[in-house]
C-alpha cells in the first residue's frame, strides 16, 4: 500500500495500533514525537538533512504531515521563518491529508500546495501533495497533468507512480480480467525507463494488487487473494519473478519507502503459493507490515499478514 496513502483496513484493535507509516525510519519517528508536542525545531533539522532526496524528503513531510496538529505547528515555524521551504512545504501536505479525511477545504489545501511550489520550484513534494489529493477527489486529466509536474522534477518518484497506479487499476472496474489492461502497461513502461536499480522494478507487482483490489470489490474475484488465479497467469509470473530477481540483486536498504514493496512483493509471493521466497521477504519486512496491500480486498490487513507471515515461516 498506502493512493490517497493506501487504506488502512478498518482499525480495529490490534491492528490499529500496528501500522507506522514512517516504517523502520528512527530520525523521522523522533521528529513526529517532537512535532506532537510544538517543538518543530526538530523538523526542520529533520528536513534539512533531506534535501534534494526527492524520495526521502516527500515520505518524511508526508508522514510528519499526518500529525494532527502539524498544520498549527507548521504555522508556528512559519512566524518563526515566514520564507521556510519546509515550513510551507508541510502546512501544505497538512492541509491536503486534512482534506483528506474531509477536514479541509481541498481548494485550500490545493492553494497551499501551489504557494509552496512557487517557493521551492525544484521540489516535487508540493506537486506530490497535489497528487495525493487529486487522486482522491481531481479528474483524470488533473491527475495526469500533476504527475508529469512531479516527473519533470525527478521523473523515478516512487510514492508518485504508486499513486497513479492505483488510481489507473480503478479505470473499467467491470471490465473483468484483463491481461492488456493500461495499469500494466503503465508499470511496465516506468520499470523499463527507469534505471537498473530503481526500486520502480517492483511496480508491475503493485499494479497487480491495485487491479486484484479493484476486480474483487466489484465481485470478479474472490475475497480471499490466495484462492484467486490473479497470480496465477503466465504474464503475472514473468513480473513476480522479474521484481524477486531484481531484489536479489538490487535490494535498497536506505530507500525509504522499500518496505512498501517488500510487502507488496511478499503477498505476491503468497498468492502465487511460493512460500520459500515470500519467507525470505517476511524476514527483511520484520515487523513493518504496511496496511497495503494485506487490506485488499476488504479484510483486517494485521491479522492477514500475520497469517501470511506465519504460513510462509512455517514452510520455509
Partial sequence: MS??????????GRAARTFDEALDDAELVAARAALAQGRWHTARSLLVRTADDW??????????????YSAAWAREWLLAEPDSADATALLALARVRRALRGKEKPARAREACRDAAALAPADPTPWLGLLMLERALGAEEDVVRIFDEVRVRYADHHHAHHLV????????ADAGADPLHEVYDFAGWAAEQAPADSPLAVLPVVAHAERYRVLAAAGHEPADPAASGHWAGRR????MKAAFDWWLEWEHEGHPRRLIDLNYLAHAKVCEGRGAEAAALFHRIGDHATPAPWSYPDRDPYPAFRAARDSALGTA
Avoid: S
Fill in 165 to 172: 497506479v492505483a488510481r489507473l487499476a480503478e479505470r473499467r
Fill in 3 to 12: 493512493p490517497p496513502p493506501p487504506p488502512f483496513g478498518r482499525g480495529r
Fill in 236 to 239: 503475472a509470473r514473468l513480473v
Fill in 55 to 68: 524520495d526521502r524528503r516527500g515520505h518524511r513531510i508526508t508522514v510528519l504531515a499526518g500529525e494532527p
